[in-house]
């Protein structure tokens, strides 16, 4: 939705469960997209808990995990959401005088409703969604409402199981083969996939050593490194401004994908592309992995006209740091804005290989 567009923007707050107050002093590029005053929305949707009667617990319970951070990536994300939309269809019963292949589709509606009010969905998550609704549509009108439950109820485990689990154990395997004694390995933030790689190549007695790029805010790359040095495996963690400083010791560059779309354009975490661009450079080959499930038909040339906005407190808070001066209090300087990006777009030149 465009959210410089005043009047939808007044139809969906009429609609909204959450209660959300829009941010002041968002950069002007940027105000066609959601951005909501932080910290806010949690303990109100907390103490609405007992009057929600359309959301089912386990929607419920997910779209909390959303708003507080405690689900994030990807792969993540997409299972916690279909595990929701499994258990809300167990517990379903079709009401007198209706259909179930039309009110089921119209409770899974609201529900994603309900989702991207606690924060915007992945591609990869629009994605799963179009393919349940595809499934209830497709029900045949034989079957009775426990057949057609089950039957639903076994389509999403084989999303999960085929789309993300044996799909990154495929990567993996691929993957695998392009890592070789001595190899000094890149990988930028926390991705799972690249993480299973990791792992099985030391597993395989590979000699190796990882570096690590990580960038503030969010700082994922710090359980990468904490989990990959218990397992003993040769580590040295840096930030995203010195990546061009030790691309010359790399061989080979692993990335993690939010989406690839039909361009080629690498849909990811804000950073990556200027990852990809050092190595790029530096004339070192850039590997993305990225399951099929993630893959959009959209054509996108920018990070712009479509993005998500982060809190832009946390980039104006520096942990251990009191002092900021005219950072304090940000948000009563109308002539400051602060813009915390989540994603970025890596065109597909700085791309030697997608697995």
């Not at 005043?6 to 590029?29: D, F, G, M, T, Y």
């Not at 009775?144 to 990154?168: G, M, P, T």
């Not at 354009?265 to 592309?273: E, I, M």
Request: net charge neutral; glycine share 6%.
């Amino acid at each position: 939705m465009q959210f410089d567009d005043v009047h939808r923007v007044e139809k969906a707050k009429k609609r909204a469960i959450v209660n959300q107050s829009e941010a002041r002093n968002r950069v002007e590029l940027f105000r066609h997209l959601p951005q909501y005053v932080h910290g806010t929305q949690l303990p109100d949707l907390e103490s609405k808990f007992f009057q929600l009667e359309p959301i089912h617990p386990s929607v419920y319970k997910v779209g909390l995990q959303y708003l507080s951070g405690e689900v994030s990536g990807g792969n993540g994300r997409c299972i916690a959401m279909l595990l929701a939309f499994r258990e809300a269809i167990k517990d379903y019963s079709t009401p007198p005088n209706k259909t179930l292949s039309r009110d089921l589709t119209a409770k899974v509606s609201s529900y994603v409703s309900f989702f991207i009010e606690c924060r915007p969905l992945s591609i990869s998550m629009g994605n799963a969604i179009r393919f349940l609704k595809n499934r209830i549509a497709k029900l045949p009108i034989t079957l009775s409402e426990s057949e057609a439950k089950a039957s639903l109820q076994s389509d999403i485990d084989r999303f999960i199981n085929e789309k993300i689990v044996v799909a990154d154990q495929v990567i993996v395997s691929h993957a695998i083969t392009k890592v070789r004694d001595d190899d000094v390995l890149l990988t930028y933030g926390s991705s799972s996939v690249v993480e299973m790689i990791l792992e099985h190549a030391h597993e395989l007695g590979r000699k190796f050593r990882v570096i690590v790029v990580d960038s503030r805010p969010k700082l994922e790359g710090q359980g990468l490194l904490r989990r990959l040095v218990a397992k003993g495996i040769n580590c040295t963690y840096t930030h995203i401004n010195a990546v061009s400083y030790i691309m010359h010791e790399v061989t080979r560059v692993f990335l993690g994908a939010s989406s690839i779309l039909s361009n080629g354009t690498v849909y990811s975490r804000v950073g990556t592309a200027s990852v990809a661009m050092v190595a790029h450079a530096f004339g070192i080959p850039v590997l993305v992995c990225c399951e099929a499930y993630k893959f959009h038909e959209r054509v996108q040339l920018d990070s712009i006209c479509a993005n998500e906005l982060g809190d832009p407190d946390v980039i104006s808070k520096i942990p251990g740091r009191a002092d900021l001066g005219d950072l304090k209090n940000w948000a009563d300087n109308e002539n400051l804005q602060l813009l915390n990006l989540t994603y970025d777009a890596t065109p597909s030149d700085y791309v030697s290989m997608i697995i």
